[in-house]
């Protein structure tokens, strides 16, 4: 408890206990923020309903495609509603149709790169804009990269093309949102098991690769990304902004 204490967030993005945002919200209501979640769709409400109950019986738990401008409006009414204003968003959504991440990045569709563009990387355009009237204190916007945005990784593909461009809308939301003392970063997390690294044909040699060839040995943990994400959430972080840092015990430096 302290260092977000009177802090109010939002949190997109959590899908189960193993969700990177679900660390990140853990780390950030621990250190006494108050938070809202949004859920993608009827099939995730329990998952996320059980989850966001744990920090209280009236948590804000609202439906939000971020496809959708009218639900993004309606959440960050209900958030105006509720709060009457906002610290803090957490961005930790990305899809790409399961097609575009097999194969060769050559026959990405013109559909896969749409849908791809848009849920992962439109939208924190999108949630930026709803959310910089409410931050009238200031604020922290965090997202989730990966390394694929910047060196080619097998069968990443158009996410990685996608991410390129998250990156590149944190810059530019930072410069735009900087004089209201807003501030936008990402934190390009190494591999780990969630939904949506499950399923991922090799995900498995993957985590074993980065255990081989990163500095620290082994994988980042989820704890580990709450706790970098608390920090680019708090006055430590006061002037910090438009950065991608690298959690990923140190894979991204290395030239082999
Ligand atoms: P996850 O499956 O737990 O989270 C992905 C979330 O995206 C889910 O909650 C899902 O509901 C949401 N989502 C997808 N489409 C949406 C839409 N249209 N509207 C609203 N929400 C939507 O998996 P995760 O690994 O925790 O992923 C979170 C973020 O971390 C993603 O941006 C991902 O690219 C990034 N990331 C993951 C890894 C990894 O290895 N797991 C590594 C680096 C970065
Ligand atoms: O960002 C991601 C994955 C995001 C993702 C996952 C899925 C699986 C289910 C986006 N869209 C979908 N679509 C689906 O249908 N990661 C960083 C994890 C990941 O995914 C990979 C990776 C890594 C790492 C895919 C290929 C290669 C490496």
């Not at 906002?86 to 896969?112: C, I, K, Q, W, Y």
């Not at 069968?155 to 809308?169: D, I, Q, R, S, W």
């Not at 959690?247 to 430096?253: E, K, S, T």
């Amino acid at each position: 408890m302290s260092l977000l204490n009177g802090k109010f967030g939002i949190v997109f993005g959590v899908a189960n206990k193993r969700s990177i945002a679900w660390a990140i919200a853990q780390a950030w209501a621990r250190a006494g923020a108050t938070l809202a979640f949004t859920y993608q769709g009827e099939r995730l409400k329990e998952n996320v309903a059980e989850l966001a109950g744990t920090f209280g019986p009236d948590t804000l738990i609202l439906p939000c495609d971020v496809t959708r401008d009218e639900e993004i409006a309606r959440v960050f009414a209900a958030v105006q509603q509720r709060f009457g204003k906002l610290h803090l968003l957490l961005h930790s959504v990305a899809f790409a149709p399961r097609e575009a991440l097999e194969g060769d990045f050559l026959n990405t569709s013109r559909e896969a790169f749409r849908i791809a563009h848009d849920v992962s990387a439109y939208s924190l355009v999108a949630l930026a804009r709803a959310a910089a009237p409410l931050m009238t204190e200031g604020g922290s916007l965090l997202g989730l990269s990966y390394y694929g945005a910047e060196k080619v990784v097998p069968h990443y593909n158009v996410m990685g093309v996608a991410k390129a461009a998250l990156e590149a809308c944190t810059r530019y939301l930072a410069y735009d949102l900087g004089p209201r003392q807003i501030r936008v970063n990402c934190i390009s997390a190494g591999p780990v098991n969630t939904l949506a690294a499950r399923g991922i044909s090799g995900f498995t040699e993957m985590l074993r690769h980065y255990e081989a060839k990163a500095p620290l040995k082994r994988n980042v943990t989820a704890d580990e990304l709450g706790a970098t994400g608390l920090f680019l959430a708090s006055d430590g972080a006061a002037a910090i902004t438009g950065q991608v840092l690298y959690v990923d015990c140190g894979y991204q430096i290395m030239g082999m």
